[in-house]
């Protein structure tokens, strides 16, 4: 079964920093264009930041530039969010989605997702 599966959710105080994981099982991230999601209680799911199939592209929502940043590692399958000065608002699910391309609406797999918690 073909899977996402991200890691590094936590508890954090505003400020603070966390570097979330998304890895894969059963096939190769390098041929997807990898995005990160987050969806707060009662809002809708954004797509916060995105990296193409060669990495020499990135997106970021305007909430997050200059905090986030994203990469991928593709000997070891796994794209990073390295999220930092990490705010309230940054509170959410966060779930990673492969795509064709970061200007696909169309999402091909999903992750389970990680809940990232901002909180003193």
């Known amino acids: 079964q073909v899977q996402l599966v991200e890691s590094g959710g936590g508890l954090v105080q505003p400020g603070g920093s966390l570097r979330l994981s998304c890895a894969a099982s059963e096939f190769s991230l390098d041929k997807f264009a990898i995005g990160w999601f987050h969806q707060a209680p009662g809002k809708e799911r954004e797509m916060v930041s995105c990296i193409s199939v060669s990495g020499g592209n990135t997106y970021y929502t305007t909430s997050v530039k200059g905090r986030f940043t994203i990469s991928r590692d593709n000997a070891k399958n796994t794209v990073y969010l390295q999220m930092n000065s990490l705010k309230s608002e940054d509170a959410a699910v966060y779930s990673c989605?492969?795509?064709?391309?970061?200007?696909?609406?169309?999402?091909?797999?999903w992750g389970q997702g990680t809940q990232v918690t901002v909180s003193s």
């Open positions: 989605a492969a795509k064709r391309s970061c200007r696909s609406d169309n999402v091909l797999f």
